[in-house]
């Protein structure tokens, strides 16, 4: 690994000084950092990159800040598969699980070949208008379809493969991958969805029918939802963080991406440590 590629949360000025050190230390070690170029200019650089052309020339990433930082990423990086190490320096952390003071020994540690991965599971997501794909997207965490302000409940017919499920009726509709079950799925009342597995979650939000439940189905499924309320406003947001307005009769598609994100882990805990910790069980 010669070119780590660093990203952070810009507006944060612990971040930012976190991320001066960090170009500092790698090029002491005769290393090439790939400074974002958003990042480099609060970090009065003249050497930034623009963040589309970093996959195409980094070993290795650092994302510094929160969870949020690490899945814009993870979505950037895409199909190159480049290992990511986040770091903590947000609230929640499920994924950016290095603290801060671990990160130059896990960093000397992942330059000598000497680290961990976490195969994640990504998805792709696609909706089609009138028959023409209009957009189409890869996600770490969740495709959500939800509701305005001031809309009513919508109907979201789903199809599982070429078997129809049901048309639910409700505030909205979350599609998530197993890393994504730790997200808004879960404040939904969707389960908790261990990463290592293959699999699709569907959590409804609100629905009328208080017998609907989320059902977790088979990573090689095909989920589609076709929003047949014509009248109301409905959106679709990618991991939180892109989306767009829908109309209806628009088909929204998840399925698993090809490629998957591949995140560095910290060797002084495990999965279940994480959960306890970041979700407070066994306190009173």
Known sequence: MKKIAIFAKVHDPRCQGVAEELVHWLEARGLVPLVESHLSRHLRLDSGIDSTDIPASADMVV??????????????????????????????????????????????????????????????????????EVMNHRVLNDVVINKGALARIVDLETMVNDYYLTTFKADGLIICSPTGSTGYSLAAAGPIVHPALECLVVTPICPHTLTNRPIVVNAD??????????????????????GMELKGGDVITVRRAAHRTRLIMSRSKDYFEVLRTKLKWGER
Request: aromatic fraction near 4%.
């Open 221 to 242: 499924a095909a989920v589609t939802v076709t929003l047949k309320s014509a009248h109301e406003d409905v959106f679709l947001t990618l991991d939180g963080q892109v």
């Open 63 to 132: 994302v510094l800040g929160g969870d949020g930082t690490l899945i814009s990423a993870a979505r950037l990086i895409g199909e190159r598969e480049i290992p990511i190490l986040g770091v903590n320096l947000g609230s929640l952390g499920f994924l950016t699980e290095i603290t801060l003071d671990e990160l130059y020994p896990v960093l000397d540690s992942c330059l000598a070949g000497n680290y961990q991965v976490s195969e994640r599971m990504m998805l792709k997501a696609t909706v089609l208008r009138d028959g023409v």
